[in-house]
């Protein structure tokens, strides 16, 4: 079993930065990747960021390259999701997500809300 708990959001207005993160507990954290999603009012759940076991590897979608940041803490089964430079149109609950193979762990996720 896997429990990931996110934290870190809150109102930010536009152009400011937070950061989040989320811890893990009941699995080997260091040995999955992990990933960030998004979902705004209204629409699908999406994909925002991932990095590798090692932290060597990352991943962003289009629309936040550049302005966020994710890293991880193995140490601490944390990982991290630095947002710079926000915007309206990055108001979502933002989750975090580990897949082992056949499962797949969300957390409860933490609201993001940028005012413009």
């Known amino acids: 079993q896997v429990q990931l708990v996110e934290s870190g959001g809150g109102l930010v207005q536009a152009g400011g930065s937070l950061r989040l993160s989320c811890a893990a507990s009941?699995?080997?954290?260091?040995?999955?990747?992990m990933h960030w999603f998004r979902q705004a009012p209204g629409k699908e759940r999406e994909f925002v960021a991932s990095?590798?076991?090692?932290?060597?590897?990352?991943y962003y979608a289009d629309s936040v390259k550049g302005r966020f940041t994710i890293s991880r803490d193995n140490a601490k089964n944390t990982v991290y999701l630095q947002m710079n430079s926000l915007k309206p149109e990055d108001t979502a609950v933002y989750y975090c997500?580990?897949?082992?193979?056949?499962?797949?762990?969300w957390g409860q996720g933490t609201q993001v809300t940028v005012s413009s």
């Open positions: 997500k580990l897949i082992t193979p056949g499962s797949g762990y």
């Open positions: 990095i590798s076991r090692s932290g060597g590897e990352s």
């Open positions: 009941g699995r080997t954290f260091s040995t999955y990747t």
